[in-house]
């Protein structure tokens, strides 16, 4: 009895700090001596719960994925030479955030069955609304502890968390809260005219709220929703409300053909992944190294293809940039940093396919957050931070739950 009393108890404890974690991942505004609060709550959870809890087994498929990109990041580190093309230093600036985030998602396997996800949940949709409050008030705002996310960095942690607080809300209250909050997300990222962005949370968002189980009368509702949405925007007076709005999501909407083609902003990340895959072929396997992709030289390249000739002038001088997180991996940490991830996100999608059934609604919103996230990284380079390695542990802890389950439920 008291052995069962105590478990208890470190169980609540322990979910009372993965819930600060949690907060300080969705509201990731928070600084201390510059850098996320959210690391000093990690290091608080090692310290308490380590002699607790066997934090850092490395047992389980996902684990040894992980492992492998540990490995590749350390290969890339020591590979990296002090030339004018790369500065070993700042790969040594970096590599502790990559070992943070490794072993942050090793730690939440091993965790996985004393989580609360309701209780995350909670916590993500509580900084989730800080997050919102804070990025349209941040101008009245100048306290240094504070961050300021930019526009790309406040469209993400969208697409990282709003699936998952829509559907807390909608469970734990009404569907008519969590579609007001959706609503007030969505306008955000209309405003701020993150294309992707504006897309990705409204799918995965309705997704996570509507689609409980792949059966027939789960499908009605999403169905339902994306018909009314596809009548609602052929309307006149919606149309120009958009288009006075956001020119851009009018675009994206109404003249889709056209973006890749006139699009200034597509046109560009064409010719930024032309100049990285100029850089990867000379540094095939462990590429530049890890945080040096801004050292790159500029890189010049014909453009070959249509509309090439609109941005070549523009960004003749401009900063080496990926604008594409796989781009940023692949050519920074080579082949070898970038087919374990690759592998990672394989494996987690493959099962979010295989036990959508098996998992609750809400642990069903993770996954379609972080499907919403494997698509966008392709547009942005947001791959090197620690909310996106968050979601990515919450999805692994979930996928080796489900597994041990269905394996002690198989015939020996």
């Given at each position: 009895?008291?052995?069962?009393l105590l478990?208890n108890?470190?169980?609540?404890?322990?979910n009372?700090w993965?819930?600060?974690?949690?907060?300080f991942?969705?509201?990731?505004?928070?600084?201390?001596?510059?850098?996320?609060?959210?690391?000093?709550?990690?290091v608080?959870?090692?310290?308490?719960?380590?002699?607790?809890?066997?934090?850092?087994?490395?047992?389980?498929?996902?684990q040894?994925?992980?492992?492998?990109?540990?490995?590749?990041?350390?290969i890339?580190f020591?590979?990296t030479?002090?030339?004018?093309?790369?500065?070993?230093?700042?790969?040594?600036?970096?590599?502790?955030?990559?070992?943070y985030?490794?072993?942050?998602?090793?730690?939440?396997?091993?965790?996985?069955?004393d989580?609360?996800?309701?209780?995350?949940?909670?916590?993500?949709?509580?900084?989730?609304?800080?997050?919102?409050?804070?990025?349209?008030?941040r101008?009245?705002?100048?306290?240094?502890?504070?961050?300021?996310?930019?526009?790309n960095?406040?469209?993400?942690?969208?697409v990282?968390?709003?699936a998952v607080?829509?559907?807390?809300?909608?469970?734990?209250?009404?569907?008519?809260?969590?579609?007001?909050?959706?609503?007030?997300?969505?306008?955000?990222?209309?405003?701020?005219?993150?294309?992707?962005?504006t897309?990705?949370?409204?799918?995965?968002?309705?997704?996570a709220?509507?689609?409980?189980?792949v059966?027939?009368?789960?499908m009605?509702?999403?169905?339902?929703?994306?018909?009314?949405?596809?009548?609602?925007i052929?309307?006149?007076?919606?149309?120009?409300?958009?288009?006075?709005?956001?020119?851009?999501?009018?675009?994206?909407?109404?003249?889709?053909?056209?973006i890749?083609?006139?699009?200034?902003?597509?046109?560009t990340?064409?010719?930024?992944?032309?100049?990285?895959?100029?850089?990867?072929?000379?540094?095939p396997?462990?590429?530049v190294?890890?945080n040096?992709y801004a050292?790159?030289?500029?890189?010049n390249?014909?453009?070959n293809f249509?509309?090439?000739?609109?941005?070549?002038?523009?960004?003749?001088?401009?900063?080496?940039?990926?604008?594409?997180?796989?781009?940023?991996?692949l050519?920074?940490?080579?082949?070898?940093?970038?087919?374990?991830?690759?592998?990672?996100f394989?494996?987690?999608?493959y099962h979010f396919?295989?036990?959508?059934?098996?998992?609750?609604?809400?642990?069903?919103?993770y996954?379609?957050?972080?499907?919403?996230?494997?698509?966008?990284?392709?547009?942005?380079?947001?791959?090197?931070?620690?909310?996106?390695?968050?979601?990515?542990?919450?999805?692994a802890a979930i996928?080796?739950?489900?597994?041990?389950?269905k394996?002690?439920?198989?015939?020996?």
């Amino acid at each position: 009895m008291a052995s069962t009393l105590l478990k208890n108890k470190i169980k609540k404890d322990l979910n009372k700090w993965m819930g600060y974690f949690a907060l300080f991942m969705s509201f990731n505004s928070i600084l201390i001596f510059k850098t996320n609060i959210s690391m000093l709550v990690f290091v608080l959870i090692l310290y308490q719960f380590s002699p607790k809890y066997n934090l850092f087994n490395i047992t389980k498929p996902v684990q040894k994925i992980t492992l492998l990109i540990i490995v590749g990041v350390l290969i890339s580190f020591w590979t990296t030479e002090e030339e004018t093309l790369v500065n070993a230093s700042k790969s040594i600036q970096v590599l502790p955030n990559y070992l943070y985030w490794m072993i942050m998602l090793i730690m939440l396997v091993n965790l996985r069955y004393d989580i609360d996800w309701n209780n995350i949940s909670k916590y993500i949709t509580i900084g989730l609304i800080f997050t919102l409050i804070i990025y349209f008030f941040r101008k009245g705002i100048a306290v240094s502890f504070i961050k300021n996310n930019t526009p790309n960095s406040y469209s993400f942690i969208l697409v990282c968390f709003s699936a998952v607080a829509v559907t807390y809300i909608g469970e734990k209250y009404n569907k008519i809260y969590s579609l007001l909050l959706l609503a007030l997300i969505v306008i955000s990222v209309v405003v701020i005219e993150r294309r992707a962005g504006t897309v990705l949370v409204s799918l995965s968002s309705v997704a996570a709220l509507f689609l409980r189980r792949v059966k027939l009368q789960y499908m009605f509702p999403p169905i339902i929703v994306a018909t009314l949405l596809a009548i609602l925007i052929q309307l006149e007076f919606v149309e120009n409300a958009i288009f006075n709005q956001s020119p851009r999501i009018h675009e994206l909407i109404y003249e889709s053909e056209e973006i890749t083609k006139t699009d200034q902003s597509y046109l560009t990340r064409r010719v930024m992944i032309e100049r990285g895959l100029v850089v990867f072929e000379e540094n095939p396997l462990t590429g530049v190294g890890i945080n040096n992709y801004a050292n790159i030289k500029v890189i010049n390249t014909d453009g070959n293809f249509e509309g090439a000739e609109l941005v070549l002038h523009k960004v003749e001088d401009e900063h080496f940039s990926a604008h594409n997180s796989y781009l940023l991996v692949l050519v920074e940490g080579g082949l070898i940093l970038l087919i374990p991830i690759v592998v990672l996100f394989l494996y987690l999608l493959y099962h979010f396919v295989i036990d959508f059934n098996k998992r609750t609604q809400i642990e069903n919103a993770y996954f379609w957050s972080f499907l919403a996230v494997v698509i966008h990284l392709y547009v942005i380079a947001e791959i090197v931070n620690v909310y996106a390695w968050f979601l990515f542990g919450c999805v692994a802890a979930i996928t080796t739950k489900i597994n041990d389950q269905k394996y002690k439920q198989q015939p020996r």
